[in-house]
């Protein structure tokens, strides 16, 4: 088994304290809300909302998948560092065990926040997974990370 880690480190407007809440604590209600295309829904299947909870994302119609499950790996609301691992569903491939993932939002100079991601590919066997094999699921994040971030500017009270 190998691991293949790629990071990431984009900017937002959003402080992180906000950003945290929506992008984190509260995106199983948002995203399905202003991505339903994306995201039908998530629910808790299993834990408490904390560390070790089981969460099932089930996509919109528009994916070429139909569902994934995380599993929450570390959650420090104080410094707003958030880890999961997608540990089940179709996104997985015969390549790839699991996806470990953690997001970390840091305070910008401007008011703002650096986002800083960071993605760990578990591969089965010898397999090796290259920066354009992920190029998909990236972009499909930023898009996603850009509906929250413009949702946000357009609603200042929401997330506060």
């Known amino acids: 088994m190998g691991v293949f880690t790629y990071t990431n480190e984009s900017t937002s407007v959003i402080p992180p304290p906000r950003l945290f809440k929506a992008l984190v604590l509260e995106a199983d209600t948002l995203i399905p809300k202003i991505a339903p295309q994306s995201v039908k829904s998530a629910e808790i299947v299993e834990g ?5 909870t089981i969460k099932k994302i089930s996509f919109g119609e528009g994916s070429h998948y139909s569902y994934v499950k995380h599993r929450i ?16 569903g179709d996104a997985l491939s015969e390549k790839v065990e699991k996806i470990s993932y953690e997001i970390k939002l840091v305070a910008s100079a401007d008011g703002g926040s650096i986002i800083k991601s960071t993605s ?5 066997g010898d397999v090796e997974i290259k ?11 930023t898009g996603l990370f850009k509906l929250i971030e413009n949702y946000l500017v357009a609603n200042p009270d929401a997330y506060n």
């Open 48 to 52: 408490d909302g904390g560390v070790g």
């Open 131 to 141: 920066e354009e094999d992920v190029k998909a699921g990236k972009e499909k994040a």
């Open 73 to 88: 790996d570390g959650l420090d609301k104080d410094n707003f560092v958030y880890s999961y691992s997608l540990v089940e």
């Open 120 to 124: 760990n590919y578990h591969t089965k």
